[in-house]
């Protein structure tokens, strides 16, 4: 009754210290400020979008975040625009292809990217410098920028290049289909520390102006919030860490109740007997009577019998196996010293204990020998 008393007290120490790890997780947690990644329409931080995507939602109602595999795009309706802000990582074949059906259809794609090289045949070449940070439209139109990145980008013939500094093409337009590719190389003009920076206002509006869509799509798939599989994104941090703490107190509860985990094995020696237990008991009976000689006769006939079964015979004794083990691989002096030895123990009257067991040994090793062939 003592033992369980102290166990209960136990268990309720347990739950109370679990309690109040949950409790001051949970506020010390609401002091932490929420972790974004860059790029990200919905983050506030200075490398986030929220600033233009705001903006847009203010000066355009049909602007969404889109958080699903391109697969899912709507390549049936046209005039949609996916701005896409420094993709984590290059989509396989099949999102690529995705993206060039959407754009086949009439729709636009703003790939805004550092390295767009691999994005739909785009290419780039580096530069010796970063530029001084004027930057030219195609009406002439001079703008001050940031441009701390040595590469341009690489037009073809029927591309149109939209903005250009002394080095070359900024960004550019190119027709996909029956829909169009806008590519720049200067993400960071959308951050919401930079863009009020300079002149990125006006020039990040002009490349939306030439979208000229009526739906604007923020692409958040390509940083790794995926709409589809990522179930924990749906619920908020304390939920998901008020339930791990719960599953440990159900696994504590049920070690403390004592719980099975798994089936009732019964060991197989309650339920079987053994086919070998008369052989069992007669040598333990041929043990306690020190009957050694008796035994090793019997071994010694067994061993007989199974040169029998392979044909070979023998009228004057052990020594007339000698050729058999010669054709074994034996030398003759080991093959003669075993087969003497063996008829001289049996020839005794008594033998030790000690004897009997080097002889039994003996015995069943060139036994397995001749069954094994």
Do not use: C
């Amino acid at each position: 009754m003592q033992k369980s008393t102290s166990n209960s007290k136990l268990w309720y120490w347990g739950v109370a210290v679990l309690v109040l790890l949950l409790a001051s997780t949970y506020f010390l947690d609401k002091k932490q400020p929420k972790q974004y990644r860059e790029y990200v329409s919905e983050s506030p931080s200075p490398t986030g979008l929220k600033a233009l995507y705001t903006y847009l939602k203010d000066e355009k109602n049909n602007v969404q975040r889109w958080r699903h595999s391109p697969k899912r795009l709507n390549a049936d309706a046209t005039k949609q625009t996916l701005v896409m802000a420094e993709p984590a990582s290059m989509p396989d074949g099949a999102e690529m292809d995705a993206y060039k059906q959407f754009m086949d259809a009439g729709n636009t794609i703003i790939l805004w990217a550092r390295k767009p090289q691999g994005w739909f045949g785009l290419s780039t070449e580096p530069i010796d410098g970063e530029g001084t940070g004027k930057v030219l439209d195609r009406n002439g139109n001079e703008y001050d920028a940031i441009l701390a990145y040595d590469e341009r980008l690489i037009s073809a013939p029927d591309d149109q290049v939209l903005l250009h500094d002394e080095y070359g093409p900024i960004a550019l337009k190119r027709k996909v289909g029956d829909g169009q590719l806008i590519v720049s190389l200067f993400p960071n003009w959308l951050k919401n520390a930079e863009l009020p920076e300079e002149d990125h206002v006006p020039l990040v509006i002009s490349m939306l102006n030439e979208a000229g869509g009526d739906a604007f799509l923020f692409d958040e798939y390509i940083h790794g919030e995926k709409g589809t599989g990522a179930v924990l994104v749906l619920y908020p941090q304390w939920f998901l860490l008020i339930m791990f703490q719960l599953g440990i107190m159900a696994i504590l509860w049920l070690w403390y109740k004592g719980k099975r985990f798994g089936p009732v094995i019964i060991p197989r020696e309650e339920t079987v007997r053994f086919s070998d237990e008369s052989i069992r008991a007669l040598a333990a009976w041929y043990m306690r009577g020190r009957r050694y000689q008796d035994s090793l006769a019997i071994q010694a006939d067994f061993l007989k019998q199974i040169f029998k079964e392979r044909g070979l015979s023998f009228q004057n004794g052990w020594t007339d196996f000698t050729a058999y083990f010669l054709q074994k691989g034996w030398q003759k002096e080991e093959a003669d010293v075993f087969l003497q030895g063996l008829d001289g123990v049996l020839k005794k009257e008594t033998i030790s204990k000690q004897e009997y067991l080097l002889w039994s040994k003996k015995i069943d090793r060139v036994r397995k020998e001749v069954e094994n062939g």
